[in-house]
T-cell receptor, first 112, second 112 residues
């Protein structure tokens, strides 16, 4: 069963911030939110993850609501190379069943 | 930085043949995961190994087997290949410290 809900597609103008939402209303206390992306037929690429605090790295920012039922991935200055399918995943790290269950993801298109 | 290596990158087989896919994890990573991605589908978890022991199992057909060796590389063996086995096969690795999975470039298997 899908643990996350994402819009199937979005588009964004190059140079603007891309904000990708994700709902995970049934998230449990020990589950983290992870974001991966897959550029056409390449291996999924790790972007960022967090538990309850907002996180930022060189690729993106992750904003998690206080109740942890939803989050937003922010690509601050989208480029054409950011065109990909973005997956929001909840999982428990450091567990014997820490596999990634991919949902349908959001297909992000960056327009020039 | 070193990444996950998969070989071969492309493989063409006939029905009922066997295939062996190899995965070399990032140095010092002790966990390996295998995923299958059919055409137009999202990646699906097959099996994982931690310290050479199977740690989790997904929807892996009985015709498939896998193992992790003492140098931590892993092999996915596929027998009695069927047309439906045509897919991208991704390997990911992680370490006990971070548990973030990093994916390889994949092996594209085509069964004719």
């Amino acid at each position: 069963d899908a643990k996350t809900t994402q819009p199937p597609s979005m588009d964004c103008a190059e140079g603007r911030a891309a904000n990708l939402p994700c709902n995970h209303s049934t998230i449990s206390g020990n589950e983290y939110v992870y974001w991966y992306r897959q550029i056409h037929s390449q291996g999924p690429q790790y972007i960022i993850h967090g538990l309850k605090n907002n996180e930022t790295n060189e690729m993106a920012s992750l904003i998690i609501t206080e109740d942890r039922k939803s989050s937003t991935l922010i690509l601050p200055h989208a480029t054409l190379r950011d065109t990909a399918v973005y997956y929001c995943i909840v999982r428990v790290p450091y567990s014997s069943a820490s596999k990634i269950i991919f949902g349908s993801g959001t297909r992000l298109s960056i327009r020039p | 930085a070193a990444g996950v290596i998969q070989s071969p990158r492309h493989l063409i087989k006939e029905k009922r043949e066997t295939a062996t896919l190899k995965c070399y994890p990032i140095p010092r990573h002790d966990t390996v995961y295998w995923y299958q991605q059919g055409p137009g589908q999202d990646p699906q978890f097959l099996i994982s190994f931690y310290e050479k022991m199977q740690s989790d199992k997904g929807s892996i057909p009985d015709r498939f087997s896998a193992q992790q060796f003492s140098d931590y590389h892993s092999e996915l063996n596929m027998s009695s290949l069927e047309l439906g086995d045509s897919a991208l096969y991704f390997c990911a690795s992680s370490s006990s410290w971070t548990d973030t999975q990093y994916f390889g470039p994949g092996t594209r298997l085509t069964v004719l």
